[in-house]
């Protein structure tokens, strides 16, 4: 298992690369260390909520509010901004509140049993419709923000921005998040057989609510990033964001039937949808052609997961030991 | 007298509808059949009879056409026949009533006798009204009083039972299989079964009728044939057999060694479970688990004994009972409860409770164990390997290094990965679900003997087990559960394949 993801995430890299020197033939400029930069900064957001939604995904759930979460935390932000509320206490609320809204999609899912898709389909309408009910629909301009606000992500520290930052903290503490504590275990035992991680002493429930918990946290923080990186706030930012992060995350390698997927996958799945997204204008090709492109992006990654589950299917079938015991009850 | 002879003589020359010459399967590592014959009479019931593993569902699925014979002739009135599908059994007239019925709880009773064969209309629509009023037929013509236009999810068992039959009959068949029956019924249920198996007889169906309860086999079958580890031993009419006889074949050999049974220093007790009752799947179990005792359960398939095992390491609530560890009373509100306080389940079903397909060894070694191997909330990998390399080295886990997916490993060793990861765990108590069902016998030693020498250590065991000479072999004392209930409990020299058999299908008395 570990081999394949090994190969599937060099493989993922060597298409990054290909993708990067495809556009550098038609516009050399864009490989530069500082645009560069600026794809990476750029897609910050995305790979942020793609480490929160592989958690998810890890355990066989779908958070489909994530989008939604993002955009009012980043109102919830604005707002608190123009009431005055200094940058540190912003921060620390839309983490709280994201995390609150993750929690109340994680309590749907464990206490009622209801499929993730169907809470976070619901959640997500529920999240934007509080954004209008908050603003009557009206906007947060540029000029009504702060500029302490609109700086902070911008703010470079040896030679990358703030928000650059934030995101490499994030995936750094997703790695050892992940690969060395309990809870990461707990993701890929209750994703890979719920029923054997309920024999093991894991609670499946409690598992994803966490997963819930830590997306939403994700989202909430996001939110202020977003807004204050783009300095508008209204009720569709983000609008069908969700959908790009959870194909971020097909594209790195999580199984979306959950047990498998890596930080490095979404990581780099994230980067190579970033990537596409930024290059695809400056080689001139149309917004039209480019949705397309991605979503080809997206089914060559999925055929490409079921290609090499069905090989490990294969591998076990070799030993056809549990065959047997069909044979001889 | 004389009519009575010819009688018998006229029965004794009438073919067979169906049956199996030399008929072999072999899976990898298993002969499950070996050159079996089995003949099928038109309204007649022929009991199929054997332990656990003698071959009887082999038998059904190559039967309706899941499984082909690796050798031998199936015979259909005489004719040379093949079923290389369930479609080409069906065509042939063969259907069988599952021990879980297979069908569509969302479909209407109409819907699930028709699905595959529904009358169509001029258009080649589905023609429901006549689908409805020919399900009306087949169901009165059985004494069933079901409404055809019902989903099945309201029906019960029993009456979920009637459509199947019904199924069975309106594809006319004239082989019917019934495996396991009654094994969910009530007593009234089953003796509307019986009456349908009667009047299945009187419109001349021959009936493959597959049961481990003796009193419904001389209440219901006309002959009987037993298997024993997948070879014919014999067959003959029910009128010329008795019990005894059958359980004589069905269990008649030598106990193996590969059961390398230790004699082990039984020390005080360790769990005691006092009237434990659970709604609908056991009632008022009590027992006594000593310190370095192997204790097996055994009984039928569907007696409570899983259900038991898994309301002691809190799956499941009982309503009633208390089960102490030691002296203290154990309160199971879950899976972490009963794990902390020292029992833990090695359950019967690895692919779905036991592994983590997908993770690595080492990783599902750790999994219960996390707390120990780790520090301050962050895992020790370190530690991890050296946990894993202590347990599975004792148990001879082959694999290409403990970084490999579990789900690589063979059968066997998948098992002693799931072992290995309660052993870590450090239990008092380690009940053990069937634990070498389906796997090889190299493997199978090697769990003996590990168990023998987890006892030998201290470790309470208890085994649950379906296999006689498994349960005879490794046990120090055996409870046999009937129905939900301990039927009897034997040891020493009343541990006998005999009473087992006998407790276990609910004869009474012992074997002299």
Same mark, same amino acid.
């Given at each position: 298992?570990?081999?394949?993801?090994?190969?599937?995430?060099?493989?993922?890299?060597?298409?990054?690369?290909?993708?990067?020197?495809?556009?550098?033939?038609?516009?050399?400029?864009?490989?530069?260390?500082?645009?560069?930069?600026?794809?990476?900064?750029?897609?910050?957001?995305?790979?942020?909520?793609?480490?929160?939604?592989?958690?998810?995904?890890?355990?066989?759930?779908?958070?489909?509010?994530?989008?939604?979460?993002?955009?009012?935390?980043?109102?919830?932000?604005?707002?608190?901004?123009?009431?005055?509320?200094?940058?540190?206490?912003?921060?620390?609320?839309? +983490?709280?509140?994201?995390?609150?809204?993750?929690?109340?999609?994680?309590?749907?899912?464990?206490?009622?049993?209801?499929?993730?898709?169907?809470?976070?389909?619901?959640?997500?309408?529920?999240?934007?419709?509080?954004?209008?009910?908050?603003?009557?629909?009206?906007?947060?301009?540029? /000029?009504?923000?702060?500029?302490?606000?609109?700086?902070?992500?911008?703010?470079?520290?040896?030679?990358?921005?703030?928000?650059?930052?934030?995101?490499?903290? +994030?995936?750094?503490?997703?790695?050892?998040?992940?690969?060395?504590?309990?809870?990461?275990?707990?993701?890929?035992?209750?994703?890979?057989?719920? /029923?054997?991680?309920?024999?093991?002493?894991?609670?499946?429930?409690?598992?994803?609510?966490?997963?819930?918990?830590?997306?939403?946290?994700?989202?909430?923080?996001?939110?202020?990033?977003?807004?204050?990186?783009?300095?508008?706030?209204?009720?569709?930012?983000?609008?069908?964001?969700?959908?790009?992060?959870?194909?971020?995350?097909?594209?790195?390698?999580? @199984?979306?039937?959950?047990?498998?997927?890596?930080? @490095?996958?979404?990581?780099?799945?994230?980067?190579?949808?970033?990537?596409?997204?930024?290059?695809?204008?400056?080689?001139?090709?149309?917004?039209? @052609?480019?949705?397309?492109?991605?979503?080809?992006?997206?089914?060559?990654?999925?055929?490409?997961?079921?290609?090499?589950?069905?090989?490990?299917?294969?591998?076990?079938?070799?030993?056809?030991? /549990?065959?047997?015991?069909?044979?001889?009850? | 007298?004389?009519?009575?002879?010819?009688?018998?003589?006229?029965?004794? $020359?009438?073919?067979?509808?169906?049956?199996?010459?030399?008929?072999?399967?072999?899976?990898?590592?298993?002969?499950?059949?070996?050159?079996?014959?089995?003949?099928?009479?038109?309204?007649?019931?022929?009991?199929? &009879?054997?332990?656990?593993?003698?071959?009887?569902?082999?038998?059904?699925?190559?039967?309706?056409?899941?499984?082909?014979?690796?050798?031998?002739?199936?015979?259909?009135?005489?004719?040379? %026949?093949?079923?290389?599908?369930? !479609?080409?059994?069906?065509?042939?007239?063969?259907?069988? &009533?599952? !021990?879980?019925?297979?069908?569509?709880?969302?479909?209407? =009773?109409?819907?699930?006798?028709?699905?595959?064969?529904?009358?169509?209309?001029?258009?080649?629509?589905?023609?429901?009204?006549?689908?409805?009023?020919?399900?009306?037929?087949?169901?009165?013509?059985?004494?069933?009083?079901?409404?055809?236009?019902?989903?099945?999810?309201?029906?019960?068992?029993?009456?979920?039972?009637?459509?199947? &039959?019904?199924?069975?009959?309106?594809?006319?068949?004239?082989?019917?299989?019934?495996?396991?029956?009654?094994?969910?019924?009530?007593?009234?249920?089953?003796?509307?079964?019986?009456?349908?198996?009667?009047?299945?007889?009187?419109?001349?169906?021959?009936?493959?009728?597959?049961?481990?309860?003796?009193?419904?086999?001389?209440?219901?079958?006309?002959?009987?044939?037993?298997?024993?580890?997948?070879?014919?031993? *014999?067959?003959?009419?029910?009128?010329? =057999?008795?019990?005894?006889?059958?359980?004589?074949?069905?269990?008649?050999?030598? =106990?193996?060694?590969?059961?390398?049974?230790?004699?082990?220093?039984?020390?005080?007790?360790?769990?005691?479970?006092?009237?434990?009752?659970?709604? %609908?799947?056991?009632?008022?179990?009590?027992?006594?688990?000593?310190?370095?005792? &192997?204790?097996?359960?055994?009984?039928?398939? *569907?007696?409570?004994?899983?259900?038991?095992?898994?309301?002691?390491?809190?799956?499941?609530?009982?309503?009633?009972?208390?089960?102490?560890?030691?002296?203290?009373?154990?309160?199971?509100?879950?899976?972490?409860?009963?794990?902390?306080?020292?029992?833990?389940?090695?359950?019967?079903?690895?692919?779905?409770?036991?592994?983590?397909?997908?993770?690595?060894?080492? !990783?599902?070694?750790?999994?219960?164990?996390?707390?120990?191997?780790?520090?301050?909330?962050?895992?020790?990998?370190?530690?991890?390997?050296?946990?894993?390399?202590?347990?599975?080295?004792?148990?001879?886990?082959?694999?290409?290094?403990?970084?490999?997916?579990?789900?690589?490993?063979?059968?066997?060793?998948?098992?002693?990965?799931?072992?290995?990861?309660?052993?870590?765990?450090?239990?008092?108590?380690?009940?053990?679900?069937?634990? %070498?069902?389906?796997?090889?016998?190299?493997?199978?030693? $090697?769990?003996?003997?590990?168990?023998?020498?987890?006892?030998?250590?201290?470790?309470? =065991?208890?085994?649950?087990?379906?296999?006689?000479?498994?349960?005879?072999?490794?046990?120090?004392?055996?409870?046999?559960?009937?129905?939900?209930?301990?039927? $009897?409990?034997?040891?020493?020299?009343?541990?006998?394949?005999?009473?087992?058999?006998?407790?276990?299908?609910?004869?009474?008395?012992?074997?002299?």
């Amino acid at each position: 298992m570990t081999g394949i993801l090994k190969s599937r995430e060099a493989i993922l890299a060597l298409a990054i690369l290909a993708l990067l020197a495809l556009v550098a033939m038609r516009f050399p400029a864009f490989i530069l260390p500082g645009n560069l930069a600026n794809v990476l900064t750029d897609t910050s957001p995305l790979i942020i909520l793609a480490l929160g939604q592989m958690v998810v995904i890890l355990t066989k759930c779908i958070d489909l509010s994530i989008a939604a979460s993002l955009a009012l935390c980043g109102m919830v932000a604005g707002l608190l901004n123009m009431a005055g509320v200094p940058i540190a206490v912003i921060l620390l609320a839309v +983490i709280v509140l994201g995390a609150l809204l993750g929690a109340f999609n994680g309590l749907l899912v464990w206490k009622l049993g209801i499929p993730s898709i169907v809470v976070t389909l619901g959640t997500m309408t529920i999240y934007r419709g509080i954004i209008f009910l908050l603003t009557a629909g009206k906007w947060i301009n540029a /000029h009504q923000m702060s500029p302490e606000f609109k700086a902070f992500p911008r703010a470079m520290i040896l030679g990358f921005p703030v928000m650059t930052w934030i995101m490499i903290a +994030i995936v750094a503490i997703f790695a050892v998040l992940i690969y060395r504590t309990p809870l990461g275990r707990a993701f890929f035992a209750v994703g890979g057989n719920p /029923h054997a991680a309920v024999y093991t002493g894991i609670s499946v429930g409690r598992t994803q609510f966490a997963a819930f918990v830590i997306s939403g946290t994700l989202a909430g923080l996001t939110g202020y990033l977003w807004v204050a990186r783009y300095a508008v706030a209204y009720v569709d930012i983000a609008g069908g964001f969700e959908l790009d992060v959870v194909a971020a995350c097909v594209i790195g390698g999580v @199984a979306i039937a959950g047990g498998a997927g890596s930080v @490095a996958g979404a990581v780099m799945g994230a980067l190579f949808l970033g990537i596409m997204k930024n290059a695809l204008p400056v080689v001139g090709i149309s917004p039209f @052609a480019q949705m397309a492109i991605s979503g080809i992006a997206i089914l060559v990654a999925i055929a490409f997961n079921a290609r090499s589950s069905r090989q490990k299917g294969r591998i076990i079938l070799k030993q056809a030991e /549990h065959r047997t015991v069909e044979g001889t009850a | 007298m004389l009519t009575e002879t010819a009688l018998a003589k006229g029965a004794e $020359a009438m073919a067979p509808v169906l049956s199996f010459r030399g008929i072999t399967k072999t899976f990898p590592g298993v002969r499950a059949l070996d050159g079996v014959d089995l003949d099928l009479y038109a309204g007649k019931v022929t009991a199929l &009879i054997g332990e656990n593993g003698a071959g009887k569902s082999t038998v059904v699925k190559i039967l309706t056409g899941i499984y082909q014979p690796d050798g031998g002739t199936i015979l259909v009135n005489g004719v040379e %026949t093949h079923f290389p599908t369930a !479609q080409a059994a069906a065509k042939a007239g063969v259907t069988a &009533i599952h !021990q879980e019925t297979v069908l569509f709880d969302e479909l209407t =009773v109409a819907e699930n006798i028709f699905i595959g064969h529904a009358p169509r209309t001029r258009f080649g629509l589905i023609d429901t009204s006549a689908m409805e009023v020919e399900a009306k037929r087949l169901l009165t013509s059985i004494g069933a009083d079901l409404d055809p236009r019902i989903r099945l999810r309201e029906l019960g068992i029993a009456s979920k039972h009637l459509v199947a &039959i019904a199924r069975a009959l309106s594809i006319d068949a004239s082989v019917v299989i019934m495996d396991e029956p009654t094994a969910a019924l009530s007593h009234k249920e089953i003796h509307e079964l019986y009456e349908l198996v009667e009047k299945l007889k009187a419109q001349g169906k021959a009936i493959l009728f597959i049961s481990h309860k003796f009193d419904e086999i001389f209440r219901i079958a006309d002959r009987w044939t037993v298997f024993r580890d997948g070879q014919f031993v *014999g067959s003959g009419e029910i009128a010329e =057999v008795t019990e005894a006889r059958l359980v004589q074949l069905m269990v008649g050999r030598e =106990v193996d060694k590969i059961y390398p049974k230790r004699p082990a220093r039984i020390g005080p007790p360790v769990l005691t479970v006092a009237g434990y009752s659970h709604p %609908t799947e056991f009632d008022d179990i009590g027992f006594t688990l000593h310190q370095g005792e &192997i204790l097996g359960f055994y009984g039928l398939v *569907g007696a409570g004994r899983s259900e038991l095992m898994q309301a002691l390491f809190g799956i499941t609530r009982p309503s009633k009972g208390a089960c102490r560890i030691d002296d203290r009373v154990m309160v199971l509100r879950g899976t972490a409860d009963a794990i902390s306080a020292g029992i833990v389940y090695v359950p019967e079903d690895r692919g779905r409770q036991g592994a983590v397909k997908g993770l690595p060894i080492f !990783q599902n070694v750790t999994l219960p164990s996390l707390a120990k191997t780790s520090r301050s909330g962050f895992l020790r990998l370190a530690e991890e390997f050296r946990m894993t390399r202590d347990y599975t080295s004792r148990l001879d886990l082959r694999a290409a290094s403990l970084d490999q997916d579990v789900g690589l490993l063979s059968g066997g060793n998948q098992q002693k990965v799931v072992i290995a990861k309660w052993l870590a765990t450090r239990p008092r108590v380690i009940i053990l679900d069937e634990p %070498t069902k389906g796997i090889d016998i190299g493997s199978k030693a $090697a769990v003996h003997d590990f168990m023998s020498e987890l006892a030998a250590e201290g470790l309470a =065991v208890i085994m649950v087990s379906s296999e006689i000479p498994e349960v005879l072999g490794m046990s120090d004392r055996v409870i046999v559960m009937r129905e939900g209930r301990i039927a $009897a409990e034997f040891s020493g020299d009343r541990m006998t394949p005999e009473n087992l058999v006998r407790a276990a299908a609910g004869i009474e008395g012992e074997a002299a």
